[in-house]
């Protein structure tokens, strides 16, 4: 069975939809391009170049949390997230538990400086949505923009204990403190070390212009990415693993992104599509849409519409961020693959059947198993990393910040994506 959030017993595939729509404040500022079309493109290496998602993040944009317990959330005082030289800027964090918050400003030419704390903020630790201004109110200092100019990143993290190498007192001396490459690799190794659920981030990335430069305005735009899974790469394999009690493939989903792809681009006039369809669908390339492509075209302003269609499921709850039901809810991409799925496949690896391309994957997820330490704990681990959960998509959403979002999810269990708590409402 298939059906849409608040329909019992429906068998209808287009019974419901879930609409999620949220302002989020804080945001990414980039320059939009012309991306309109469907899918990634004829290559691997055509669907990189274009989308600029062939380099792996370095630096502060390296340092990424995917498996937070809360969320921080930053802001800045321009909603473009644009500044012209002269003008004044502060950013605003307000995190949902008691933390120790660090800002790192990574500036257009590369330089990165810890600006919270400071000499005049040294104290970090902030209390559960309470809203920290930086520099504050009552500073004499104050924020000018200056040279060099271009896109310059702000990196937040909190984490419920000190970061050991950015609590050294040289610093906070002074509003801007030299951080070096050397001493952020120290941060990335201190936070690999702990556990995901203490620690959380976030980032904004604003533009910077000279006085006189020419800065064409542009009106607000809409973006869309439509996901849709009918054929799920495992199928057969869940039917043998339920002796055919259950088979994973859907008979329309497909055609469900494509028809509102098609829709929206025409009525909505949305500058730009992507639409994924099956084995297009990949965990890998729908995060790739929601927090590289999306981010990299729309602007502060623009409306940003986020469509699945396939399966939801639920997983015991890992953070104790649900206390009503103690479950998360998860999408369920093309290549998703629970423990049961596992069994057959390691199988058939096993008998020597298993397609020389499936070999490495298997042997990554079994390993991920025996870490767990249970099959239990294996089968909850597998589907969180193999789905997309609530925890993790409101996260990506974070990404997107500034922009107006909707999420429209047709899947069991949507219901659970449709929370304030996935980090998505105003600050408190």
């Known amino acids: ?15 419901a939809f879930v609409i999620w729509l949220a302002i989020c404040r804080g945001g990414l500022g980039q320059t939009p391009g012309d991306n309109d079309g469907d899918g990634l493109g004829s290559s691997p290496d055509e669907r990189e170049a274009r989308d600029g998602l062939g380099r792996p993040p370095h630096g502060p944009e390296a340092i990424r949390q995917e498996r937070p317990s809360f969320f921080v959330r930053a802001d800045v005082n321009h909603e473009t997230r644009t500044y012209r030289e002269g003008d004044g800027l502060t950013i605003r964090v307000t995190c949902e538990a008691d933390a120790f918050v660090y800002v790192v400003y990574k500036q257009a030419d590369g330089k990165l400086y810890q600006i919270f704390p400071n000499s005049d903020q040294p104290q970090n630790r902030v209390r559960a949505r309470q809203a920290v201004q930086i520099p504050a109110d009552d500073d004499l200092f104050r924020w000018a923009i200056g040279a060099p100019f271009g896109k310059e990143l702000i990196k937040v993290i909190a984490s419920t204990e000190p970061i050991d190498p950015l609590a050294e007192a040289g610093l906070c001396k002074a509003f801007f403190n030299p951080l070096s490459a050397e ?36 009106g607000a735009k809409r973006w869309g990415v439509f996901i849709g899974v009918a054929n799920y790469e495992f199928s057969a394999e869940s039917e043998e693993a339920t002796r055919g009690t259950w088979r994973m493939n859907l008979p329309a989903c497909h055609r469900d992104a494509r028809r509102m792809a098609e829709s929206l681009r025409d009525v909505g006039q949305l500058s730009g599509v992507r ?7 990949t ?53 998703f693959m629970d423990l049961s799925i596992l069994k057959v496949l390691r199988k058939r690896a096993l008998e020597n059947r298993l397609p020389d391309g499936l070999k490495a994957r298997v042997e990554h997820a079994r390993q991920m ?3 767990a330490g249970s099959e239990e704990k294996g089968d909850a681990e597998l589907r969180r990393k193999m789905g997309i959960t609530d925890d993790l998509f409101g996260h990506w959403l974070q990404r997107l910040a500034g922009r107006q979002v909707v999420v429209a999810i047709d899947a069991c269990h949507s219901g659970g994506f449709a929370t304030r708590e996935k980090g998505l409402g105003n600050d408190g």
């Open 369 to 371: 198993v025996v870490r």
């Open 1 to 15: 069975m298939h059906h849409g959030l608040f329909v019992r017993n429906c068998h209808a595939w287009n019974a």
């Open 283 to 335: 965990r890998q390339n729908i995060e790739k849409a929601v927090i590289g492509w999306l981010p990299s075209v729309s602007l502060p302003g623009d409306t940003v519409i986020v469509y699945f269609s396939g399966h939801g499921g639920q997983v015991a709850d890992d953070n104790n961020d649900e206390p009503a039901d103690k479950l998360d809810e998860f999408l369920l991409p093309y290549d």
């Open 275 to 281: 639409t994924y369809t099956n084995e297009q669908a």
């Open 183 to 218: 001493e952020l690799k120290g941060v990335e190794f201190a936070l690999g070390d702990r556990d995901p659920v203490v620690w959380a981030e976030d980032q904004i990335e604003i533009v910077t212009h000279p006085r006189d430069a020419n800065v064409a305005a542009s």
